[in-house]
């Protein structure tokens, strides 16, 4: 499968609005909103200073459809919306541009689209957080403290709290 289709494919499986099972009880420091947009449980892992690493989160839009037009940080050089593939030599990113988030819940997870940090400006540890403003055309910014987790973690660790 070529790298454009590939990208294609997990652009539309993601964009449709996904039903969660459970209603979740967040914690004050998981949550972040601002004009219809939350945003669940942002979460990075791990890295060394001048690597790479990934932000992921759930966006719950419970007004009109929105775009996220991308993020900046005071952590990294740079950050870009990336999509992830999987080939042959292993998973590989594609920076992808805007997204449109549609009324409904979206993820940006670990199968599927990211925020790629480049040029990490200090070390990020297991445990600790850092902040990232993410910047919507309609809602504005939206500032969330992200949490970072172990450098081989597929998802939200969830310690210290429960749903």
Do not use: C, Y
Request: glycine share 12%; net charge negative; charged share 15%.
């Amino acid at each position: 499968m070529n790298r454009a289709l590939s990208i294609a494919l997990i652009l539309s499986v993601m964009a449709a609005p996904m039903g969660f099972a459970e209603d979740h009880d967040h914690g004050e420091h998981h949550v972040f909103q601002t004009d219809g947009i939350e945003i669940v449980h942002p979460w990075a892992r791990a890295a060394a200073a001048g690597a790479e690493t990934l932000v992921f989160f759930e966006v719950h839009n419970e007004g009109e459809a929105d775009r996220l037009l991308g993020a900046t940080t005071d952590i990294a050089g740079e950050v870009h919306i990336v999509g992830l593939t999987m080939n042959a030599e292993g998973a590989s990113v594609q920076e992808v541009g805007a997204i449109d988030i549609g009324p409904g819940e979206f993820a940006f997870d670990p199968g599927g689209l990211a925020l790629e940090l480049h040029g990490l400006t200090g070390a990020l540890e297991q445990g600790s957080h850092f902040d990232l403003m993410l910047e919507f055309a309609n809602a504005g910014p939206v500032e969330i403290e992200v949490a970072v987790e172990a450098a081989n973690a597929n998802q939200h660790s969830h310690a210290g709290h429960s749903h």
